[in-house]
């Protein structure tokens, strides 16, 4: 069996990785912006960004149907295994959630999500303010949620790398070379 993940799945996390940081941090900023072009502007780059995303973890989740990932080292408690198990499926509920919930609450908000400013989407929701309210609240929660979801992944997998020395960081590093 493979120890490293494939070039592809290596590729598509740390795309996520990038996207998904600039994406909660353009969040952040925009969100306290006073109305104006530029914040709208900043609005319609994120929504891009956002489905983006979501096609990509789409994509991602359907390349992990057919190239499993490699198996966690065989020393590592069962509970650990289960953890990492669990954080990873939480991790993919998140990114799917994610982009969701930001489209939600545009529909209902009134704001039609439109691809690249070519390609409108259709609302998922009937405008609906109250609504519209609750979804950004929905929205900013589950980012925060992801955001310390990827602290403690980081942290598990440096955990694994400079304590435990064993390959669970190496094997998702692009430019490392195997220990075959």
Sequence with gaps: METRYTRTAIALHWLM???LTGL???GLYMSDLPL????????SWHKWAGITA???VLLRLAWRVGHPPPLLPAGMPAWQQAAAHGLHHLLYLLMIAIPLSGWLMSSAKGFQTVYFGVLPLPDLLPKDKELGELLEVVHSGLNFTLAGLVVAHVAAAL?????DRDDVLSRMLPFHASKH
């Design 36 to 43: 104006s072009p530029q914040k709208l502007k900043i609005y």
């Design 24 to 26: 909660f941090c353009v």
């Design 159 to 163: 955990k694994h790398h400079l304590f």
């Design 17 to 19: 990785a990038l996207l």
């Design 54 to 56: 979501f096609l990509l």
